[in-house]
């Protein structure tokens, strides 16, 4: 069984930083696309950043310059580096995973981010 596992998240000034990680166990199969999205109260889902086997990264507008995803895939883990934090990056994040030949979507079950002076 595929487990998706956050942590990280917590409370900050903004202006500050937080490091969210990411740990996906009980896969036999290689993953392929690993992301974060955000979750603001009452607002749905958004990506965030996303990763491909390969590299390839994307970011959402609003995060470029102050975000960065990077991932290992010897770890099977998943990072994001967030910076210059704002009031309106304050929500949930929720780790993404998909597997090589695998059509199901994992999440994991979020972490909470809190951005308020």
């Known amino acids: 069984q595929v487990q998706v596992v956050e942590s990280g998240g917590g409370s900050v000034q903004p202006g500050g930083s937080l490091t969210l990680s990411c740990v996906v166990s009980g896969n036999k199969k290689s993953t392929y696309a690993m992301g974060w999205y955000h979750q603001a109260p009452g607002e749905q889902r958004s990506r965030v950043a996303m990763?491909?086997?390969?590299?390839?990264?994307s970011y959402a507008d609003s995060v470029k310059g102050r975000f960065t995803i990077s991932r290992d895939n010897a770890k099977n883990t998943l990072t994001l580096q967030m910076n210059n934090l704002q009031p309106w990056d304050a929500g949930v994040y929720f780790c993404?995973?998909?597997?090589?030949?695998?059509?199901?979507?994992?999440w994991g079950q979020g972490t909470q981010v809190t951005v308020s002076s």
């Open positions: 993404y995973v998909t597997l090589l030949n695998d059509a199901n979507d994992y």
């Open positions: 990763t491909f086997s390969g590299d390839r990264t």
